[in-house]
T-cell receptor, first 115, second 117 residues
Framework: GAGVSQSPSNKVTEKGKDVELRCDPISGHTALYWYRQSLGQGLEFLIY????????KSGLPSDRFSAERTGGSVSTLTIQRTQQEDSAVYLC?????????????FGSGTQLSVL | AQTVTQSQPEMSVQEAETVTLSCTYD???????LFWYKQPPSRQMILVIR??????QNATENRFSVNFQKAAKSFSLKISDSQLGDAAMYFC??????????????FGTGTRLQVTL
């Protein structure tokens, strides 16, 4: 596609429910990143996918968080048993090869609100 | 671990004037990359400018330039001839040149820039 697409744009859920957030990267981009942006905070790294390599999951805050990337394209971030502190904007980005100096292309994010 | 600090939560500039946003970082690495990203109300982060640490020359992109002071670990962004469309959150970010940790960009907490008439 023309840009990184994320869905849904907004998600309201009840505490304890599971949610799935979707990211569709730019076609041909091998690297995909998930970040979390809490109110008044910077971006917190969650997970990174690069081609067929094992993902870097070092930023996932707990085992309630998981992500997968199917066929090297679309990625889904799943949060199980959501908590109020999970409320944030979840941003996805992609880049061509994952090189250190590469420009990241970001989606518009999913605003998650846990009631 | 690397940290990025933006000490100015908010800044204001008049249209056509110049403003400088501050960023400092802490690292023990010699090879790394620095970035400024802009986040308008649409939430979509956009790359403004980037700097390779091994380059002494400061990066410039049209009205945007940086003052990179490697010894001081400082990376400020200067916006000249400010325009209303420059109003946004600006984030400074660091990325290691070490391939083992290359996946992660570390961001500061951001500076909200207001542009007034």
């Amino acid at each position: 596609g023309a840009g990184v697409s994320q869905s849904p744009s907004n998600k309201v859920t009840e505490k304890g429910k599971d949610v799935e957030l979707r990211c569709d990267p730019i076609s041909g981009h091998t690297a995909l990143y998930w970040y979390r942006q809490s109110l008044g905070q910077g971006l917190e790294f969650l997970i990174y996918f690069q081609g067929n390599s094992a993902p870097d999951k070092s930023g996932l805050p707990s085992d309630r968080f998981s992500a997968e990337r199917t066929g090297g394209s679309v990625s889904t971030l799943t949060i199980q048993r959501t908590q109020q502190e999970d409320s944030a904007v979840y941003l996805c980005a992609s880049s061509l090869q994952g090189l250190q100096n590469e420009k990241l292309f970001f989606g518009s994010g999913t605003q998650l609100s846990v009631l | 671990a690397q940290t990025v600090t933006q000490s100015q939560p908010e800044m204001s500039v008049q249209e056509a004037e110049t403003v400088t946003l501050s960023c400092t970082y802490d690292t023990s690495e010699s090879d790394y990359y620095l970035f400024w990203y802009k986040q308008p109300p649409s939430r979509q982060m956009i790359l403004v400018i980037r700097q390779e640490a091994y380059k002494q020359q400061n990066a410039t992109e049209n009205r945007f330039s940086v003052n990179f002071q490697k010894a001081a670990k400082s990376f400020s962004l200067k916006i000249s001839d400010s325009q209303l469309g420059d109003a946004a959150m600006y984030f400074c970010a660091y990325r290691s040149g070490n391939t083992g940790t290359a996946s992660k960009l570390t961001f500061g907490t951001g500076t909200r820039l207001q542009v007034t008439l």
